[in-house]
């Protein structure tokens, strides 16, 4: 049975939402239908600060995230809960769009790996210098990446 989507355009999931360059859609349940309104939105432009935590964006989601050329400006992005695994991180990895990035949350997902390699090793996103994983695993890159487990 295909769910239902709560959202019908871009504006009505922004709607108290946005807060200057950020936009705080956490606990949406946004599907990758619903995100997709967000992703042809101009006004998602101006958006740096975009928090996705707690929604159902899965790697197909993730993966036209990071195709989106009207994300170019997003610095920090929260994926928390979002039903990702590595073929999604694989697919931010090589995104030409999000240069930009600064900080990525990847908390609560099903991340075994591979993804975080891949996020290691991108070329692409040479501007991350943070990333959090499970259960309170901070990755900061400093001379290299080195792992920092928080308590």
Known sequence: MAQRE????????FEGRLRGNQAMLSGLR???????????SPRIQEVSWLDLDDNALGDAGVAELAECELLAN???LNLNKNGVTDRGLQKLAH???LTKLKRLHLKDNAITGSGIVALFESQSLEGLATFQVNDGWTCKKQEGWRYNPQG
Request: charged share 25%.
């Open 74 to 76: 997003v610095q920090y």
């Open 6 to 13: 709560k959202f019908a355009t871009a504006d009505a999931i």
């Open 30 to 40: 946004l599907s990758p239908d619903e995100a997709r309104l967000l992703w042809a």
């Open 95 to 97: 995104s030409k769009i």
